[in-house]
């Protein structure tokens, strides 16, 4: 990655909506270590109160009168590749670490103390500074898959959220052949760019599940001028197309008139190259007109099957689409 920012973009390996999950702390006085995963940056109450103290929108631990650090132990709802951390301390000003660290390790098996133990944790960021009440995001280079994370904070104190930003690990010689959702998040499929994302993230329609409501699809504001809004993926790997779905649940006045698909098969290119060159593109999926909160299912209408590494959405002229669902069979890369 380019610069600490590129890696923002990648999928969150250990959102909770994604089976993330916060196994164990050494302190939780003030506020779980569940919080960590939860979405958003966390909100502040300013007269909420526990028995305990202050409430807090994070994992937050007591004032360490001895010496050490405290730590959480997070394992990863997708293995991957890790490119960077947001350690993200909103709302935690007069009570955020002064440093962190974060190790990983690649663990299977059963999910014990004992095994966390014994697991070959390795040092993927060494102990930082942070910043008080703000995003922290350190990109690291460690090229292995991993499956769990820790997070050290020294000596103590509240992180609101952890993001862990990366590349999905998928055994694609065991998929070989078989029928799956190339575009699924969980299958490495990536949202890469879109003209617009004011109501809706992107990442929404790739994401597990059918949309529990509205909110949880990609929407674009109301166009005022000439055109169409768009969106571009990367597919986990490149694969033959058999069928399409296209879901505008819970989008019901404002759904798209009507959308298209596109696909190319091509290897490294920039994105700027993948939205300027018209030639790499070939028709999928013609125009065809969508409905309100309804599953479109498209087989004997797509016109061409790849295979494709990429695919353009066009939604004609605006709207919100909550889920995009491209099954086929993986190729040889």
Not at 195 to 222: C, L, Q, V, Y
Not at 234 to 250: A, F, I, M, Q, S
Request: proline share 6%; glycine share 10%; charged share 25%.
């Amino acid at each position: 990655m380019k610069n600490a920012m590129d890696f923002t973009e990648l999928t969150d390996l250990a959102a909770a909506r994604l089976g993330g999950q916060a196994l164990a702390a050494n302190d939780e006085f003030f506020a779980p270590c569940s919080n960590l995963l939860k979405p958003g940056r966390g909100s502040f109450i300013p007269d909420k109160y526990t028995s305990r103290g202050k409430w807090m929108d994070g994992w937050e631990t007591r004032r360490r009168r001895e010496p050490g650090h405290d730590w959480c132990v997070v394992r990863l709802g997708l293995r991957g590749v890790i490119r960077g951390f947001d350690i993200d301390t909103n709302h935690f000003i007069g009570n955020c670490p002064e440093h962190a660290s974060l190790e990983a390790c690649d663990l299977r098996g059963a999910e014990t103390k004992a095994a966390h133990a014994r697991a070959p944790w390795v040092a993927v960021l060494p102990k930082s500074a942070l910043a008080p009440g703000a995003r922290n995001l350190i990109g690291v280079t460690d090229p292995r898959p991993f499956s769990h994370v820790r997070l050290n904070i020294y000596p103590d104190g509240g992180v609101a959220r952890l993001r862990v930003h990366g590349h999905v690990e998928v055994d694609w010689t065991r998929l070989r052949g078989k029928l799956v959702d190339l575009a699924a998040l969980a299958n490495g499929g990536l949202v890469l760019a879109v003209s617009d994302e004011h109501f809706g993230a992107k990442a929404n329609m790739i994401m597990p599940g059918r949309a529990p409501h509205m909110g949880d699809g990609w929407e674009t504001r109301r166009r005022r001028g000439p055109g169409h809004d768009w969106a571009l993926l990367k597919l986990g790997t490149p694969g033959c197309v058999e069928r399409v779905e296209v879901d505008t649940n819970h989008f019901k006045g404002n759904y798209p008139e009507s959308c298209s698909l596109e696909g190319c098969h091509t290897a490294g290119s920039t994105l700027e190259a993948l939205r300027g060159a018209a030639t790499l593109w070939t028709e999928m999926l013609p125009r065809t007109k969508l409905a309100a909160s309804t599953r479109h299912f498209y087989a004997k209408q797509l016109e061409a099957r790849g295979p494709f590494s990429h695919v353009r959405l066009r939604i004609y002229p605006d709207g919100g689409v909550s889920r995009l669902r491209i099954h086929g069979r993986p190729v040889a890369r």
